[in-house]
């Protein structure tokens, strides 16, 4: 089975900053990747993904605090984020999409994400 594994979660405050990395173990390549987000009482939800050949898509919630990039020699995807705000805290998820474009099938275990006020 994949695995994809993430990292670089952690605590920080508002207004500051962090990297998540998301590792697989089997190639990224012609796959779409992406990351998702679930906060405590709510469900999880979109936040950016990146397709084979780098587009990137953000959702309006994170969109110009968030820059996505992958690296397929690595076998990794990153989410740079900045200007966080406590409403970010969440879980943060890494997707792959290796049996269809259009949505994930395979899921990191996450990484937490706890913006302080």
């Known amino acids: 089975q994949v695995q994809l594994v993430e990292s670089g979660g952690g605590l920080v405050r508002s207004g500051g900053s962090l990297s998540l990395t998301c590792v697989a173990s089997?190639?990224?390549?012609?796959?779409?990747m992406g990351w998702y987000r679930q906060a405590p009482g709510k469900s999880r939800e979109f936040v950016a993904s990146?397709?084979?050949?780098?587009?990137?898509t953000y959702s309006d919630s994170v969109k110009g605090r968030v820059t996505l990039d992958r690296s397929n020699a690595a076998r990794s995807v990153y989410l740079e984020m900045g200007n966080l705000k406590p409403e970010d805290t969440a879980v943060y998820y890494c997707?792959?999409?290796?049996?269809?474009?259009?949505?994930?099938?395979?899921w990191g275990q996450g990484t937490q994400v706890t913006v302080s006020e």
């Open positions: 990146i397709t084979r050949g780098g587009i990137t």
């Open positions: 089997r190639s990224i390549v012609g796959v779409v």
């Open positions: 997707a792959a999409h290796y049996q269809k474009e259009s949505s994930p099938d395979t």
